[in-house]
């Protein structure tokens, strides 16, 4: 067995550093991994690949596939690109007021659809008002930067906005409010005080000229790129009004009524796609995120393996035995979850880790372990660009977005102009997360939060 389980863990460290070093070939270091894990699983006795595959938590995928699907609906009635162009309106090109009005946007939109989706939409009106606006390469880089935390953040603040939060809701881990009153608040006091210390501390627009008739003239040709850009109510209105309808199911449905949040999310999706059959059928056809399914998979399949050689029970075991209250025990777990998620990014951390989380709720609150253990995983998911879903994405279009900076040379945005954004998110919202589980544990008896 020990034997098994040295191959095991070997194997899905080497796929998770292999598909963070060579990203480019990420699809096919992970599958062939999988595949891997299931003959050494069936090799040595321990599962067959039916097991393995009847374990994987097909709800979720199912979630996952559906919600992406929403998204593409939601983004088709324009109403994101939009939104970030008000915003920016609203700004009037100033450039302190301009990062938080784009971070709450995108953390809004963002709890809505999934991270690469919110940047796709939000992104590129955003790019091409830094094209227009005279910045310094440390404003953009912290714009940006402050984006792409706000995106994780608004991810972790709802059950439907990211894939750690999507695999707590799908699982059955947690239920939609329980989730939802507790991550909202405590993602949005993140947001603030990031907000709070970037503009009073770090301050990114020092040393910017204060150019009012650029600022204005920016602003100008960004509405008259708009103008004719209209939002389609035909496809907004019914995209909504489900995705409402299915949060109030998700809400009000209990679990034992055999009615899961996945079977409610797939026939929301699809009555929304009937609703404009057109554009449903074309978006099924050609906007599933296939690569995030087969990912995603490979992931589910190699953790099984892993867990049926024991060691997340021999770790659950070692987690409970620590001698320390029970209290400290979530809070190194928390620690340890940010910190994993920042080497190997949200989607692995979060799979392996909640096989182990169980042993916790056993004394605390579950509802303290998961919320912990998610915004424990934003934190790490902003630490680094690469531990970022959206981070390689925002990478390559602001390379494409071909800024120029105040001095004349390119705008850059890579992991070492976001690290000092990583740094500090990374460390405020670690805080946050442990004083909500804190917070969650000790408030449970007056609450009544299971």
Not at 154 to 168: K, M, R
Not at 180 to 191: D, E, G, K, V
Not at 322 to 349: E, N, Q, R
């Amino acid at each position: 067995m020990v034997t098994t389980q040295a191959l095991l863990i070997g194997l899905l460290l080497a796929a998770l550093v292999g598909q963070a070093i060579v990203p480019q070939a990420r699809l096919l270091i992970v599958t062939l991994a999988a595949a891997l894990a299931g003959a050494v699983a069936t090799g040595f006795g321990i599962a067959t690949t039916s097991t393995l595959l009847a374990e994987v938590p097909w709800g979720v995928l199912v979630m996952l596939v559906g919600l992406g699907l929403l998204a593409d609906m939601l983004a088709a009635s324009r109403l994101f690109g939009l939104l970030a162009a008000t915003l920016a309106r609203t700004a009037g090109g100033d450039p302190r007021l301009l990062i938080p009005l784009l971070a709450g946007g995108m953390f809004v939109v963002s709890g809505l659809v999934n991270n690469l989706t919110a940047l796709v939409l939000v992104l590129p009106p955003v790019l091409a008002l830094l094209r227009l606006m005279p910045v310094s390469q440390r404003y953009a880089s912290w714009l940006l930067g402050m984006m792409i935390v706000a995106c994780n953040l608004g991810g972790a603040a709802t059950p439907i906005g990211d894939f750690p939060a999507i695999l707590l809701l799908g699982s059955g881990s947690l239920a939609f409010t329980d989730y939802l009153i507790n991550a909202l608040p405590a993602a949005s006091l993140a947001l603030v005080v990031l907000l709070i210390v970037v503009d009073v501390a770090v301050r990114p627009t020092r040393g910017l000229s204060d150019d009012a008739v650029s600022r204005r003239l920016s602003v100008l040709v960004l509405a008259d790129f708009y103008r004719r850009v209209r939002l389609e109510a035909r496809i907004l209105v019914p995209a909504a009004c489900l995705l409402i309808a299915m949060m109030a199911a998700w809400m009000i449905i209990p679990p034992s009524s055999g009615i899961g949040p996945d079977l409610i999310c797939w026939l929301g999706v699809v009555i929304a796609l009937l609703s404009r059959a057109h554009l449903g059928e074309r978006l099924i056809r050609t906007s599933i995120d296939m690569q995030s399914v087969l990912f995603l998979l490979s992931l589910f399949i190699m953790v099984g393996a892993v867990r049926h050689t024991g060691v997340f029970t021999d770790i659950a075991g070692w987690l409970a035995a620590m001698p320390i209250p029970a209290m400290a025990k979530l809070l190194v777990f928390i620690v340890v979850a940010a910190v994993l998620t920042g080497l190997f990014s949200a989607g692995p951390s979060m799979a392996a880790l909640l096989e182990v989380a169980p042993a916790l709720t056993v004394t605390l609150p579950k509802t303290a372990v998961y919320v912990g253990l998610a915004l424990g995983v934003c934190a790490g998911s902003s630490l680094f660009l690469t531990a970022a879903t959206s981070g390689p994405l925002a990478m390559a279009l602001t390379e494409r977005a071909a800024i120029t900076a105040d001095d004349g040379r390119p705008v850059r945005f890579g992991a070492i102009e976001y690290l000092p954004v990583g740094l500090t998110a990374f460390g405020i919202i670690l805080v946050v997360a442990l004083i909500a589980a804190a917070a969650i544990v000790a408030l449970a008896p007056l609450t009544g939060m299971p």
